[in-house]
């Protein structure tokens, strides 16, 4: 079984070999998912319809970002939750359920503990654009932990909309 | 004899039996009578589509969730997504538990367990989408003499 990345995510892909983006799949798909469902569980708040379908367009708009690209991308994830428990009118309720979405996305905690994040050193490109290895390995991990935080956010989102009412 | 050979092997073992059949036949035949005069096949059949194309189990029960979510769907009646969700997450975790115990003499990696899943979900997804397509024939018949 080859695995073929989906269309919207080959720029993604391209940059990782096949063993690890086909880890990142498997990881997707059972401990993130896994973790998701935990969360949904212990947090039964939700947002209205329509900030829950701005936080799952922000997050389908940054599909297929370049490995380069994942710390800029992780950081506009969280600035947008950030942004939104500042707010004057934000309730108690909705305020806690950001704070505690920053927290595991957060790269400094959350997902950071609750994976391993492999040694890039082995899996380094040629040096075409004269970056250094350190800032290619920190651009890597950088990505994962982009590509973890879109993926649980992805699946609490789904799990969330299901108990939402859309208008008819 | 390949690893994927042995695999799909084992998976058309455990998806002709008969309990696999007859739950994926009533789940088809719910849904034929909650979308009716066709009013779903598009939906199934873009189910259909996604789970042969995806690599992830979740990205199919993803779908199925979004699709409660908008209600006029028809997923939510008769708590049919929800059966779904859980047919295709837990029931067809046991099975794929025991085929990769079945084969744990070919030492499996997890990708290739994740896998097992994955063809279990596409078989159930296939088989239950042909049901509803039987059971709505006569309804697509009554229509088509109409005209």
Known sequence: ????????????????????????????????????????????????????????????????????????????????????????????????????????????????????????????????????????????????????????????????????PYAK | MKNNMRIHKAISVQTSKEEFYNKAEELGTRAAKIFKEGKGKTQLNSLLNLVNSSLRVTDTINYIKRQIGHRNRGFEEDNFGNDLIDFLYNDLKIIKNSIASELKHLELNDYEVQQIHLLLCRQFISSMVIHYNYQQREGFDAISTKF
């Not at chain 1, 401990?31 to 799952?56: G, I, Q, R, V």
């Not at chain 1, 490109?125 to 994962?144: A, P, V």
Request: one cysteine or more; a positive charge; hydrophobic letters at 30%.
């Open chain 1, 1 to 164: 079984m080859q695995f073929q990345p989906n269309s919207d995510q080959e720029e993604s892909f391209k940059f990782l070999k096949p063993d690890e983006a086909k880890r990142l799949n498997l990881l997707a798909d059972t401990d993130l998912y896994e973790m998701a469902m935990k969360f949904c569980n212990e947090d039964e708040f939700h947002l209205t319809k329509s900030k829950m379908n701005k936080l799952k367009g922000l997050i389908h708009t940054l599909t297929g970002v370049q490995v380069c690209d994942g710390r800029e991308r992780i950081g506009s994830i969280i600035k947008y939750l950030r942004h939104q428990t500042h707010k004057s009118t934000i309730r108690e309720e909705e305020k806690a359920f950001y704070e505690k979405l920053i927290r595991i996305t957060n790269s400094d905690e959350g997902l950071r503990q609750f994976f391993h994040i492999p040694e890039f050193s082995n899996c380094m490109h040629q040096d075409t654009d004269g970056r250094t290895e350190k800032k290619r390995k920190k651009d890597k991990q950088d990505f994962y932990m982009y590509y973890f935080s879109r993926e649980f956010l992805n699946h609490v989102i789904a799990e969330k909309m299901k108990g939402i």
